[in-house]
């Protein structure tokens, strides 16, 4: 109903009253008039008339009995009143009803839509009200589960340092012992001692920092690793970090950032890296000692090597950078758990990976409980876990008696539910009981584990040689390759956490007292991130297990398998001919970087060493190519790599002519290079030669090189 109508209606029930109060007042008037005219005294004159005196007798009795009546009770008039009232009250009343019964659409009516309307008006606001409440409720509820994570996620700056673990664990006389046996030393003593990687790549043989080692301001606090006095004094070479997005739960998400001094160092390292020659990247390193793709990569060289110590160093120098490179905020937010990395932008993933690394070298050490402390991070960074963190962080925590914090990681909604399938939570979290103290617990725990996963329980008896295997569990197979890939890799990792009597013996008592049926259970799915993770953790035995079309392709050792298409830069044209045209700019024909300063003797003759060269494999000739190796590798980088440059050295021997060629010239550098071009689609070859011939800058190499082609068909 409208409000005019409405106040239309209010208007006529207002009148109404009004009317009904005057008739009331009018009635009382009208009565005491009447009674007033029985009181009049020239009725009196009238009685000395014969003719008249029945009637003025009547007419004095009736004043005589009016004036008796105020001195008697009220009570019969107040109810003649009350009883008039009441008539005119329902006559008012009947006449308000006909007269409304005649107009059509009543006013009764338009009163019956105004309350429904106010009562789905009720309703409605109602309903909104509780929606909002529900809703406020859930976000109360999901900012305290945040604080919560984010609590999980708090880092402990001390915890970070592998050397405080140290300490707890051997006491100050390992550093003594240490400090003993590392010193630089000085004078001759030292000249003669052999220049192996370590010493090449500290900052008294660096050619940037001219000898000089790291002090001063810069060995400071640092958020992420403690400076050593013999790295290279330098900067961080254009390494930076800047705030993306501060989120209303708290978090602040950072990004890492390249200057253009650092885009160039990060050119100069592709470069190094598609020649395929490990002396090249070392040497870069020298020019850039904080270049953290550099670090790593020269890390991964120095541990094949089976020098773990320098591979550390590199990695702790690598982390270091990147700790001084860091935002203002970036360390109390790790503190308070709410610092975020996108791990899509390229230059937050050598974060991750210098973590990884560096996780994988504590734990070598036997420093576990600071590898846990690592791990948490890499986890706190992003909670997505792109690195699958949580398929090593169950035998950390076990390892390295981190069981309180992994039990509440593990009961935290958030990870409640990403959780359940994986074998390798689910059969550590009994573990995590067990030394917890609660045995029940541990019993319930481990019985619902091997329901659902007998098969790693079977493995695991073999491997621990429990004789006799439990009825229930022998001879359980995987049922898919997925499951057979996180049996191996957890068997790999936790085996020794279950050899011990006690959890032996609850094993086995468990095992026996199973149902022959297992439960059908759903394995995880194999994403891009358990790719990453089986790859970076090198176990053939897991390895075999991956789906073939995560390593169909070429494996970048400084970025594996990056999430979605990788971006490159359109102002670095990243075609092998160029590559290896630039490449021979900076590096010249040799291989060898040239030092202006160096070469004019401005540095210090102390540390005038020869620039460090990797090692020959046994029966190589140093700086020999194996072409044949490269080419079933990576047959595109070997046609413009080192089968080019054979080609090019022999075509410079021989000539393009095969007429001019001796009898005993071996044309293997021109036939291997047709032989691996074959390898490609037929598509691609006529494009390749052209750019061959373009390389070498010679027209008549094409014509060789199809010649050679259609010969070899024609075989």
């Known amino acids: 109903m409208s409000s005019r109508a409405l106040r239309k209606l209010q208007k006529q029930q207002g009148q109404e009253a009004a009317n009904t109060s005057h008739e009331e007042s009018d009635d009382d008037v009208h009565d005491f008039q009447r009674s007033q005219t029985k009181f009049n005294a020239f009725d009196l004159l009238g009685s000395q008339d014969p003719e008249d005196e029945p009637d003025s007798e009547t007419s004095i009795t009736e004043p005589v009995q009016t004036l008796a009546r105020p001195f008697t009770p009220s009570k019969p008039t107040d109810t003649k009143r009350r009883k008039k009232k009441k008539k005119r009250t329902k006559k008012a009343t009947a006449a308000t009803e006909i007269k409304a019964s005649d107009v059509p659409g009543t006013d009764e009516e338009e009163l019956d839509e105004i309350d429904r309307a106010l009562k789905a008006l009720s309703i409605k606001n109602s309903q909104q009200t509780d929606d909002v409440n529900l809703e406020a409720r859930q976000n109360a509820a999901d900012e305290r589960l945040a604080e919560d994570l984010d609590e999980l996620f708090a880092i402990d700056q001390r915890r970070l340092n592998a050397i405080n673990e140290m300490k707890k664990l051997f006491g100050n006389v390992v550093f003594e012992n240490t400090a003993e046996t590392t010193g630089t030393g000085t004078g001759r003593r030292n000249r003669n001692q052999p220049m192996d990687l370590g010493r090449a790549l500290t900052g008294r043989y660096n050619p940037v920092s001219r000898g000089q080692d790291l002090a001063g301001a810069a060995l400071r606090k640092n958020i992420l690793m403690q400076a050593k006095d013999e790295w290279p004094r330098a900067t961080s070479g254009g390494l930076g970090m800047e705030v993306v997005n501060k989120l209303p ?30 002396e090249r990247i070392i040497h870069h390193l020298q020019y850039n000692p904080y270049h953290i793709l550099s670090l790593l990569q020269v890390s991964e060289i120095a541990k094949h090597q089976g020098d773990h110590a320098v591979s550390g160093d590199l990695l702790e120098r690598a982390l270091f950078n990147i700790g001084r490179s860091v935002h203002s905020s970036f360390g109390n937010r790790l503190k308070e758990g709410k610092a975020r990395l996108d791990f899509d932008i390229a230059a937050n993933r050598e974060f991750w990976l210098a973590g990884w690394r560096y996780i994988k070298n504590l734990e070598m050490k036997g420093t576990l409980k600071t590898a846990y402390e690592w791990a948490k991070l890499l986890l706190s960074l992003n909670p997505d876990d792109p690195y699958a963190i949580n398929l090593i962080i169950d035998s950390l925590a076990i390892r390295g008696r981190e069981h309180d914090h992994f039990i509440r990681l593990c009961s935290h909604p958030f990870f409640d539910s990403r959780w359940e399938e994986f074998p390798n939570i689910q059969c550590s979290l009994a573990l995590a009981y067990f030394l917890q103290g609660k045995p029940a617990e541990f019993r319930s725990q481990l019985r619902k584990a091997m329901s659902r996963y007998p098969w790693i329980f079977c493995r695991l008896a073999q491997e621990l040689n429990i004789e006799p295997i439990p009825e229930q569990i022998w001879g359980v197979q995987a049922p898919n390759q997925a499951h057979e890939l ?32 297992c439960l059908d259970v759903k394995p995880p799915e194999v994403t891009l991130g358990v790719a990453r993770h089986v790859l970076l953790s090198d176990i053939p035995s897991v390895t075999t297990h991956l789906p073939r079309h995560f390593v169909a392709g070429r494996i970048s050792a400084s970025d594996p398998l990056p999430p979605g298409e990788p971006i490159t830069d359109p102002s670095f044209n990243t075609h092998p001919a160029r590559i290896f045209d630039v490449a021979r700019e900076i590096f010249g024909l040799n291989g060898q970087a040239v030092d202006r300063d160096f070469e004019n003797g401005q540095a210090d003759s102390e540390n005038e060493q020869p620039p460090y060269h990797h090692p020959a494999q046994s029966g190589d000739s140093p700086g020999e190519d194996q072409p044949d190796d490269d080419s079933q590798s990576y047959p595109e980088e070997y046609l413009f790599n080192h089968g080019l440059r054979d080609l090019q050295d022999f075509l410079l021997v021989n000539g393009v002519d095969r007429g001019n060629w001796d009898m005993d010239s071996d044309p293997s550098p021109l036939t291997d290079w047709v032989r691996t071009l074959r390898r490609l689609d037929p598509d691609v070859w006529d494009s390749i030669i052209r750019d061959a011939s373009t390389e070498l800058n010679s027209p008549l190499v094409a014509d060789l090189l199809r010649e050679e082609l259609q010969m070899q068909q024609e075989e």
């Not at 978090?251 to 253009?260: D, R, S």
């Not at 790999?492 to 026996?512: C, F, H, M, Q, Y």
Request: proline share 3%; with cysteine.
């Open 486 to 517: 996180f049996c191996e890799l957890y068997i790999a990792r936790a085996k020794d956490i279950w050899n011990t009597p006690e959890a032996i013996s609850v094993l086995v008592e468990v095992g026996d007292t199973l149902t022959k049926n």
């Open 249 to 278: 739960s708290g978090q602040t998400e950072y990004k890492l950032v390249h200057n253009t001094a650092y885009e160039d160092a990060q050119r100069q390292f592709e470069i190094c890296v598609e020649s395929m020659e490990p």
